[in-house]
């Protein structure tokens, strides 16, 4: 596609309901980064994938997140349990190689709601 | 570990006056430093980048920043701001070129421009 693409733009969930957030990447994008940014602050790291390998999981902040990349293409990142503080904007992005001077190219972004 | 702090969370200038844009880092490593601005309802886009070389680095959109190691600072610049500059910037610091490494934002700049 022309840019990533993210889905749903919004979501409300209840309290305890499970959620999944889905992002499509460039194609051909070898790398795949998701980032949390709560309201009035900047993204903050989640996960990397390389391909289809998890090779970064230092910033998921508890284990009712979870994410998968299963054939290295689409990404899914799936919050169980939700929590008023899971509200936020989840941001996913990519990289042709994924190295760190490389620009990233954002999606727009799901913003979820916890009530 | 990396951290960035933005000086201001919001800056409000006259159109055709200076934007300035301040952002400090820290960081172990010889960093590589970015800006991003984020539009409502968009995906953050990748204004400029340092890498390495030249420490005056020319953007999109007549934005330039100057990286300067002995006061850790990357700051973003414009001469003359326009209407369509309304948005949030963010600055971002990575240590490495390694594949996956993250980006650490500062928590964003909202730019207003008054007529």
């Known amino acids: 596609g022309a840019g990533v693409s993210q889905s749903p733009r919004y979501k409300v969930a209840k309290r305890g309901q499970d959620v999944a957030l889905r992002c499509d990447p460039i194609?051909?994008?070898?790398?795949l980064f998701w980032y949390q940014q709560a309201l009035g602050q900047g993204p903050e790291f989640l996960t990397y994938f390389q391909n289809e390998a998890q090779l970064d999981k230092s910033g998921l902040p508890s284990d009712r997140f979870f994410a998968e990349r299963p054939e290295g293409s689409v990404s899914t990142l799936k919050i169980q349990r939700t929590q008023q503080e899971d509200s936020a904007v989840y941001l996913c992005?990519?990289?042709?190689?994924?190295?760190?001077?490389?620009?990233?190219?954002f999606g727009s972004g799901t913003q979820l709601s916890v009530l | 570990a990396q951290s960035v702090t933005q000086l201001g969370s919001h800056v409000s200038v006259s159109e055709g006056a200076l934007v300035l844009l301040r952002c400090n880092y820290s960081?172990?490593?010889?960093?590589?430093l970015f800006w991003y601005v984020q539009y409502p309802n968009q995906g953050l886009q990748l204004l400029l980048k340092?890498?390495?070389?030249?420490?005056l680095v020319k953007g999109i959109n007549g934005f330039e920043a100057e990286f300067k190691k002995s006061e850790t600072s990357f700051h973003l610049t414009k001469p003359s701001a326009h209407m369509s500059d309304a948005a949030e910037y963010f600055c971002?610091?990575?240590?490495?070129?390694?594949?996956?490494?993250?980006?650490?934002f500062g928590g964003g700049t909202r730019v207003l421009v008054k007529p």
């Open positions: 992005a990519s990289s042709r190689q994924g190295g760190g001077n490389e620009k990233l190219f």
């Open positions: 340092y890498t390495t070389g030249a420490t």
């Open positions: 971002a610091v990575s240590a490495s070129r390694a594949a996956g490494n993250k980006l650490t």
């Open positions: 960081s172990s490593v010889p960093p590589y």
């Open positions: 194609s051909g994008h070898v790398s």
